[in-house]
T-cell receptor, first 113, second 115 residues
């Protein structure tokens, strides 16, 4: 597609449930990034994929968070046993090379009640 | 670790006037890139302008320009002839090939444009 697509746009879930957030990057972009943006703050890095592999997952806050990119295109961020503190906007971005600026999606707003 | 600081939580400007948003950063690396992103209520981060650290010339994109002071580690954004559509959150960001290529963002500045 022409841009980075994220689905769903909004997700409300109950505490303790499992959620999956999807990111469809720009075709041909090998680098894909996930960020989390809490209310009133700047985005914080979660994980970076180069192709199919996670090149850097140092930003994942704990083992409840996991992300995959099995075919080097679409990525899924998975959150187990959600907590109210997981409520945030989850942003996905892709880029062609590290010298380029990212192209961001519009994010998924996750609300854990 | 790199840090990016935006000291102005909110700024206000009259339509058609000029406003400057401040950003400072801390790094020990010599090769890096600096960015300004705009985030309207739609949530999508839009790249406004970028600066390579090895270039001394300040970047310019139409009404947007930067004042890059490498020694002072300062990277401010100047918006000229402000328009109502410029109202948004603005984030300064740092990126280095030596740090995994992820973007490190500041806390943001909310820009309000008065008609």
């Amino acid at each position: 597609g022409a841009g980075v697509s994220q689905t769903p746009s909004n997700k409300v879930t109950e505490k303790g449930k499992y959620v999956e957030l999807r990111c469809d990057p720009i075709s041909g972009h090998t680098a894909l990034y996930w960020y989390r943006q809490s209310l009133g703050q700047g985005p914080e890095f979660l994980i970076y994929f180069q192709g199919t592999g996670a090149a850097d997952d140092s930003g994942l806050p704990n083992d409840r968070f996991f992300a995959v990119r099995p075919e080097g295109s679409v990525s899924t961020l998975k959150i187990q046993r959600t907590e109210r503190g997981d409520s945030a906007v989850y942003l996905c971005a892709s880029s062609l090379t590290y010298r380029d600026g990212y192209t961001f999606g519009s994010g998924t707003r996750l609300t854990v009640v | 670790a790199q840090t990016v600081t935006q000291s102005q939580p909110e700024m206000s400007v009259q339509e058609a006037e000029t406003v400057t948003l401040s950003c400072t950063y801390d790094t020990s690396e010599s090769d890096y890139y600096l960015f300004w992103y705009k985030q309207p209520p739609s949530r999508q981060m839009i790249l406004v302008i970028r600066q390579e650290a090895y270039k001394q010339q300040n970047a310019t994109e139409n009404r947007f320009s930067v004042n890059f002071q490498k020694a002072a580690k300062s990277f401010s954004l100047k918006i000229s002839d402000s328009q109502l559509g410029d109202a948004a959150m603005y984030f300064c960001a740092y990126r280095s090939p030596f740090s995994g290529n992820m973007l490190t963002f500041g806390g943001g500045t909310r820009l309000m444009v008065k008609p």
